[in-house]
């Protein structure tokens, strides 16, 4: 299984502020993934990125709040902008190799915005 | 659309006993993939087990077997000797079996083990 590996870990950020979540996996992915676990919630997919293509948002999630790179197959950054208390949650990253194998999960960033 | 629901919000059960998690789901697909992911208090997300909907063999990973039932579009996971490190959140999962098949989490249920 691939290792993936987040920073930071944790961070406080005042609200208005932008904050870049790194994402990098020891084996190159094809397929990269990034949640949003909101506090004593389930897991929401926020988009998947894919080397060389724009990221795809799901519903309710836009490029302009969550933009997303994807410059190679090891790695990916998401970052939340101008950020509000709403935004406060555990965001992980996610990776599968190709359709149909296990998707692994990052040790997530947890993010508190004041 | 697909749906994924853990009717059992929290529960809690004694080391060495077994215990059962359920999960439904609702899918018009024929294939597709289940899983069982378990966070525990450092959040990290551990796959449990996976299922192929193809496959009538219900899956087993050591103490951990489901009961996947297809019609029913039911997929319950079943711990047994429940030890103190099962302790966390596990979430049923759904995914499609095609490129595009992103994960579909339930709610989760908190699974508490007493010593």
């Known amino acids: 299984s691939a290792v993936i590996s987040q920073k930071p870990s944790r961070d406080i950020c005042q609200r208005g502020t932008s904050l870049t979540i790194q994402c990098q996996v020891d084996s190159q992915v094809t397929m990269m993934f990034w949640y949003r676990q909101q506090p004593g919630q389930s897991l929401t997919l926020i988009a998947t990125?894919?080397?060389?293509?724009?990221?795809?948002?799901e519903s309710g999630f836009v490029i302009d709040k969550f933009p997303i790179s994807r410059p190679n197959l090891t790695f990916s950054t998401l970052t939340v902008s101008n950020m509000s208390p709403e935004d406060s949650s555990i965001y992980l990253c996610?990776?599968?190799?190709?359709?149909?194998?296990?998707?692994?999960f990052g040790p997530g960033t947890r993010l508190l915005v004041l | 659309a697909q749906t994924v629901t853990q009717s059992q919000p929290e529960m809690s059960v004694q080391e060495a006993e077994t215990v059962t998690l359920s999960c439904t789901y609702d899918t018009s697909e024929n294939n597709y993939y289940l899983f069982w992911y378990k966070q525990p208090p450092s959040r990290q997300m551990i796959l449990v087990i996976r299922q192929e909907a193809y496959k009538q063999q219900n899956a087993t990973e050591n103490r951990f077997s489901v009961n996947f039932q297809k019609a029913a579009k039911s997929f319950s996971l079943k711990i047994s000797d429940s030890q103190l490190g099962d302790t966390a959140m596990y979430f049923c999962?759904?995914?499609?079996?095609?490129?595009?098949?992103?994960?579909?989490f339930g709610k989760g249920t908190r699974l508490h083990i007493l010593p």
């Open positions: 996610s990776t599968r190799q190709s359709e149909g194998e296990t998707q692994y």
């Open positions: 990125a894919n080397q060389g293509s724009e990221a795809t948002y």
């Open positions: 999962a759904f995914s499609r079996m095609n490129r595009d098949d992103k994960i579909i």
